[in-house]
């Protein structure tokens, strides 16, 4: 299975900026899209940005101009630069990586197989 682990997050002054790291872990073939994604106390789960082999790069409203996606295929890590934060950027922030991994049936025998995988989440809050 595909492991994902965010790190990054914190306290940080309005105007501020922070990177988030976003790194997947297992027997990893590709991964097609890496997102990040954040909930607020109270309120849905949001699309912040996404990088896809198929689709590009894909941003919230909220973040545009102010947000940039990347991604190091050779580290199997993604990363998320914020800049120029404001408190209603506060929230936890999940990266989601979906792709496919090799799964070892036999010694001698495997496959590939979809993932989709979720972090545990990175906090970051924007004081004012």
């Known amino acids: 299975q595909v492991q994902v682990v965010e790190s990054g997050g914190g306290l940080v002054q309005a105007g501020g900026s922070l990177r988030l790291s976003c790194a997947a872990s297992?027997?990893?073939?590709?991964?097609?899209?890496m997102g990040w994604y954040r909930q607020a106390p109270g309120k849905q789960r949001e699309l912040v940005a996404s990088?896809?082999?198929?689709?590009?790069?894909t941003y919230g409203d909220s973040v545009k101009g102010r947000f940039t996606i990347s991604m190091d295929n050779s580290k199997n890590t993604g990363y998320l630069e914020m800049n120029t934060l404001k408190p209603e950027d506060t929230a936890d922030y999940y990266c989601?990586?979906?792709?496919?991994?090799?799964?070892?049936?036999?010694?001698?025998?495997?496959?590939?197989?979809?993932?989709?995988?979720w972090g545990q989440g990175t906090q970051v809050t924007v004081s004012s």
């Open positions: 989601n990586a979906v792709g496919k991994y090799w799964s070892t049936i036999t010694p001698t025998y495997g496959t590939r197989r979809d993932f989709n995988s």
């Open positions: 297992g027997t990893i073939v590709t991964i097609n899209t």
């Open positions: 990088i896809s082999s198929g689709a590009g790069i």
